[in-house]
């Protein structure tokens, strides 16, 4: 069988660069929900040390690229806490990705998104004065999930969306913490090794397709197809993380 850098070219290359443009469709549009399209699909065809790598690679690109209006109108005294313990907490995952069995791993990555999908689409709000506590406890669970498991939005974003307010601003709030999330898993992977030739290599050739689903992702927002975005991507985040966990179980169990 032929192969890119370890990609087999075959339907599975096909399900990788669909995975990119939506996650990176997602990536603009809402801010967030890019890593639980990607992770689980990169880890299943190329392991999950190798994916959250790749993951991290292909998506720097994209921080930058919405990175204007975070810092534009993001609320700072809000946003601030939960990045530092983002970062203070996410070496604390990646040493767990790194010491786990990769093959468990794969499934419990799998298995995770599905419980933040299903967090996500329970509606669940906080209730009552959002404080620093809770703020720094979003913000751990953010930073143990992305070290983990490379998808640490969804404990952030469920503390963001909490909050009253437009959904532009929402969306700013977002941004800079997953702008937070995504440089807090660098020099961990670095530290860990993880950042291989494979790795490297493939997320620079996913960066123009991803950053240009992102790009698109964030037109769309900006025409007002926000309103339409909620039921479609917790279907799209829910089917990819049942059909990612039900063939990792398989190759789990046979091997």
């Known amino acids: 069988m032929s192969e890119l850098l370890g990609v087999p070219i075959d339907a ?24 639980l399209i990607s992770v689980p699909v990169f880890s299943l065809v190329l392991g999950p040390r190798t994916a959250i790598a790749i993951n991290a690679v292909m998506g720097l690109p994209a921080v930058f690229q919405l990175l204007p209006e975070a810092v ?12 530092l313990a983002t970062f203070a907490a996410t070496p604390m995952g990646t040493w767990a990705l790194v010491a786990a069995d990769p093959a468990l791993m794969t499934v ?3 298995a995770l998104v599905l419980v933040m999908v299903a967090f ?22 953010g930073g143990l999930v992305q ?6 939005g969804p404990p952030v974003v469920a503390v963001a969306l909490s909050r009253p307010g437009e959904a532009s601003q929402q969306r700013a709030n977002v941004l800079a913490l997953m ?6 898993s660098i020099l961990p992977l670095l530290y860990y090794g993880l950042f291989t ?13 991803y950053s240009a689903a992102t790009a698109l992702g964030a037109r769309y927002f900006a ?19 049942i059909a990612t966990l039900l063939a990792s179980l398989r190759n789990y169990l046979e091997g």
Request: proline share 3%.
């Open 120 to 141: 996500l689409g329970s509606g669940w709000r906080l209730r009552g004065h959002i404080g620093t506590s809770k703020l720094i406890t979003a913000g751990v669970a």
């Open 179 to 184: 702008t937070a999330i995504s440089l807090s």
């Open 72 to 83: 534009r109108r993001a609320e700072r005294p809000f946003v601030l806490p939960i990045c």
């Open 223 to 241: 025409l007002g197809g926000q309103r339409h975005y909620r039921r479609a991507a917790l279907a799209t985040l829910a089917a990819v993380a």
């Open 197 to 209: 030739r494979q790795a490297v290599v493939i997320g620079l050739l996913l960066i123009p397709f």
């Open 12 to 35: 599975r290359l096909v399900v990788v660069l669909l995975a990119v443009t939506i996650a990176g469709l997602l990536r603009g549009f809402v801010g967030f929900g890019a890593a």
């Open 108 to 110: 419990a990555i799998s």
């Open 147 to 152: 070290g983990v498991a490379g998808v640490g």
